[in-house]
């Protein structure tokens, strides 16, 4: 037959093609190192959107995000509505505990509706966290920004509640929406809504 | 039992989640082969910081100790830094 065209050995492929698979294995090659190299960089990341204002519900968010950066996460808490109030410098030293609607607390609806009742829970609350020992929310605030917690107002619910960014702890993140917390979502292998 | 122990952290008397933030920012300042010993009144500390040190690259928990300071429980946690 023909001798025209060289063989390999075993008369397999041609020179041309076995260049034409080196090329497309070494492509592959490459694409692999790159697939391998992006899952390997892709650090761990939570992210948490805090919604709530009141006492009980402001420490979830801030335990979670300050445990979760000891673990080497990075780690961004979304604040909006009346989870801003964390973040508000004065608010969030008198955050308060609500007895209407919450059947663990001891006292009936009827009672917890009377004026002054949640200012009693809330002392009841306060006095608890701290015969256990339980950090303040001031102190957790502190600490998630410590730990290199990115702590996030929203800037809409700013407007919305008439708040200033000097409001807001040192070294919270103003200027952010609901797009940005998204993309920032998006990457995390963690994400919460409280 | 005798340690080796490079560093004293003491958490006594702080709760959930402080005893395990601490102990990450105490650890970062050992070099390799150093040990931390931590010294915890919260219970849960037990587990928390076992969690964290399984989690943890470099962190090796050699040994957590129950004993009783003037009638109240301690909890001590040793961890080595491995590289």
Redo the contacts between chains.
Sequence with gaps: MSTETPAGPEGGLSADQAAELLDRIEDLESELAELRSEVDDSSNKMVIIATKGTLDMAYPPLILASTAAAFGYEVTVFHTFWGLEILHETNSKALKLSAVGNPNMPVPNVVAALPGMDRMTTRMMRNKIADNDVASIEELIEVSLESGVDLQACQMTIDLLGYDEADFYDGVTTGVGAASAFQEMQDADIQLLI | MSMDVTETLDVK??????P??K???AFESLAAGETLEVVA??SGSMSDIAG?AE???GAELVEQQETTDNGDDVYKHYVTKTD
């Design positions: 008397g702080q709760n959930c989640p402080m395990v933030i102990t990450k920012g009144t919260d964290w989690s943890t690259e």
